[in-house]
């Protein structure tokens, strides 16, 4: 009879940036079951924003993920703005767009430097990081910091761009366009890349459905949702972009889906500055009447909805965040069964996982003697030797970058 | 991407018929409803129907849960599952109300798994109890908070849960 | 001063730990690895277990659930050892400071499992990488 151990990873360890704790429950070196358990990062902000004023809120909702920094505050200010009823000016939804794609830009690029990590290609993850580091100077002098950039607010947004920053905006994207198209064809063509992250990890689009996941993850398994569609707000419904869709589910899909959609949110801003009308940038909102409302954005990592309940004071009255890990995450228990352990890793990093926004933690034991059987830095590193094993395999030169 | 001809969320035009068809379907289940705009409905059910309603738009019309909210009223814990039509623009919340002093529902995450985190999540913090809940586990508080203690109800005073009992990390737990 | 602590200056190893932070600062760490910055050129190295470490870089608010945690990692840690607390929420639990999970600060944390700890403070909402950096060499110089 084949042994049943639990696998530990956490509750802290390099390149994980928040405390996680998963069980995986391994028998050999396939992975049968898994759970997870998350409290480390919860902070309580639901009960906080009820104790602050509808113009306060989004200050402690853009620290809910400081990596969707601009999404959860867009988010809250468009539950609020259901319920208020009142029209953002046209300049506004611009602005909005730009830094919520700059958003999208930054996070994506993350995500693929860390991928390249945990599959042993740090040299990916340098070089990405490198590249993304314009992103965030750039996200600096648009709205006044690297990230956590309290640009909107209810009925608009707080601060103009002028022309010099819109022209250094543009400037930024015609610059990371070249280097962006090299990682991605570089990424994409690399036949070890192929053989560790195709067919790995596969969530159908049936596991997708009965998990209700977003983002990346729904569209890396053909399913077509996208909040910036279906519930269109800033100026989506005046540019030109499609939805990115891949059917195989696996994680080499969910790579696909983001690395267009990166180049997709150049093209995106640059339009935004291209057409950015004139006008108001604030419709001037002085009262949240009685009511409720819902709002959707589509965060990186997938759909950011908040619920919002008002009874005409000045303080919401309940205040729902959820968070698109939130949903992403307990797909784990699909796309992991099955899967080899070196493959682990990998695949719990395909869905993106924000913690913050989410927090969860696992670890593993055996089953039988209750002992620490590997740690996740243990597994990282059989992911990055599988790596090696197939580079040697395959005769494959390492991933040339310029 | 073409959509087929018995596609439930196409087949009308619009969120607000679609909201109709809806509202029509579930009949008796509900006992009132509000349109806050053409891309907002909320539907109240009865207790007792919220597994077969929520079965109703997940199943029949191919809605997807978007997640579930919980709040303290005077008469019970409210509780709003809503679904996204997102081909129709549509957000459908189904309102229901888990009545004091029981505060207990049926559990939806029974069937549907995407509704077994968020539950878990409102018994913790609101102190609603599901039945028949797959994995009724603590999710989202501290594996010593107290039983019984709910933050996000009216009543709730943080000043004594902050700090908590300070200690060594459970024995069984590994190092990472 | 002593052969250890001249080591410790030559080339500080770090242990990232996060006490329920939003991410915000723990990615502003990592961005110390990477070209724009590249601490590793001063001898600054990320490791994978605080038994290696002689800094131990913590983020966050320090909630209930990661309190007794951080101070297990805190033990661990091989002596002598600088807590650096990076960011808003480590130095003061920042906006969160009235949430029913935030336990305490993280020194009061730390202090409470050994009074005479080194703890260094980062402040910012996230600090920038820079500030990091000199927080570091300042740290370093009191030693």
Avoid at chain 1, 105 to 119: Q, R, T, V, Y
Avoid at chain 1, 234 to 256: C, H, L, M, N, S
Avoid at chain 2, 73 to 99: K, M, P
Avoid at chain 2, 168 to 174: F, K, L, S
């Amino acid at each position: 009879m084949v042994k049943r151990a639990m696998i530990a990873i956490g509750p802290f360890h390099p390149l994980q940036e928040e405390a996680e704790f998963f069980q995986l429950y391994v028998e050999g070196e396939t992975v049968v079951d898994m759970d997870v358990r998350i409290s480390y990062n919860h902070r309580g902000i639901e009960q906080l924003s009820t104790q602050k004023t509808f113009d306060q809120v989004p200050f402690v909702v853009e620290r809910v993920c400081g990596i969707c920094s601009a999404s959860h505050p867009l988010a809250y200010i468009r539950a609020v703005e259901d319920i208020c009823g009142c029209t953002v000016p046209e300049r506004a939804e611009y602005l909005r767009t730009i830094v919520k794609e700059l958003e999208r830009i930054h996070s994506h690029m993350l995500w693929l430097g860390l991928a390249g990590h945990f599959i042993g290609y740090n040299t990916v993850w340098m070089w990405v990081w490198k590249y993304r580091e314009p992103v965030l100077e750039t996200l600096e002098r648009a709205t006044g910091s690297r990230i956590h950039y309290a640009n909107a607010k209810i009925g608009g947004v707080r601060r103009d761009m002028d022309d010099e920053a819109l022209r250094a905006i543009d400037k930024a994207m015609d610059d990371l366009r070249g280097p962006m198209e090299m990682l991605t064809n570089a990424v994409l063509d690399d036949p070890v890349i192929h053989a560790r992250l195709k067919d790995v990890g596969i969530l159908t689009l049936e596991d997708a459905r009965k998990w209700c996941v977003t983002g990346p993850t729904a569209r890396g398994s053909g399913w077509a949702i996208d909040a910036r569609a279906d519930d269109p707000y800033g100026a989506y419904d005046r540019v030109q972009w499609q939805v990115r869709t891949r059917p195989e589910g696996d994680v080499f899909a969910k790579t696909v889906v983001r690395c267009l959609e990166t180049l997709d949110a150049l093209d995106i801003i640059k339009q935004c500055v291209r057409d950015m009308p004139g006008g108001p940038i604030d419709a001037g909102v002085e009262h949240v009447p009685a009511g409720e409302g819902c709002g959707r954005v589509e965060a990186p990592r997938g759909e950011a909805f908040h619920y919002v309940r008002s009874d005409g004071s000045n303080k919401p009255v309940r205040h729902k965040i959820r968070a698109p890990s939130y949903v992403n995450v307990p797909s784990f228990k699909a796309s992991c069964i099955g899967q080899h352990i070196a493959d682990v890793t990998i695949t719990l990093a395909s869905v993106d996982p924000c913690y913050s926004c989410t927090e969860r933690f696992a670890t593993a034991r055996d089953a039988t003697t209750g002992r620490h059987v590997m740690t996740f830095a243990d597994m990282v590193r059989m992911s990055q030797e599988r790596t090696r094993a197939l580079q040697k395999e395959m005769g494959v030169e390492p991933l040339k970058l310029e | 991407m073409t959509q087929a001809a018995t596609d439930p969320q196409s087949a009308s035009p619009g969120g607000a018929a679609l909201a109709d068809r809806i509202a029509e379907r579930l009949g008796e289940m509900v006992f009132a409803r509000t349109d806050a705009n053409p891309r907002r409905t909320w539907l109240s059910v009865r207790p007792e129907r919220v597994r077969e309603a929520v079965r109703v738009l997940w199943e029949e019309f191919d809605g997807r849960m978007a997640t579930a909210s919980g709040i303290d009223v005077r008469d019970g814990i409210e509780v709003q599952y809503h679904f996204s039509f997102d081909r129709a623009n549509l957000v459908v919340t189904l309102r229901v109300l888990a009545a004091r002093p029981e505060t207990e529902l049926d559990s939806v995450g029974q069937d549907l798994p995407a509704a077994n985190w968020i539950e878990r999540e409102m018994h913790d913090l609101l102190g609603v109890r599901f039945r028949g809940h797959p994995d009724m586990r603590r999710l989202i508080l501290s594996d010593d908070w107290p039983e019984g203690v709910y933050p996000l109800r009216r009543d709730y005073d943080n000043a004594n849960e902050r700090r908590g009992p300070s200690g060594a990390m459970p024995p069984d737990e590994a190092q990472g | 001063m002593s052969w250890k602590t001249w080591a410790l200056k030559k080339s500080l190893w770090v242990y990232h730990v996060n006490a329920g932070a939003c991410n915000n600062c723990d990615i502003e760490v990592l961005e110390l690895l990477t070209p724009a910055f590249d601490v590793e050129r001063f001898g600054i190295k990320l490791v994978g277990s605080p038994r290696h470490a002689d800094a131990l870089l913590v983020t966050g608010i320090c909630t209930r659930q990661a309190k007794p945690r951080l101070q297990e990692v805190y033990l661990q840690t091989a002596k002598p050892c600088v807590v650096l607390c990076i960011g808003s929420c480590a130095i003061s639990q920042g906006i969160f400071r009235h949430g029913y999970h935030a336990a305490c600060c993280v020194d009061e944390a730390v202090r409470e499992v050994d009074p005479e700890a080194i703890i260094a403070y980062v402040p910012g909402c996230p600090p920038k990488p820079e500030a990091m950096i000199m927080a570091v060499v300042k740290a370093l110089g009191t030693l």
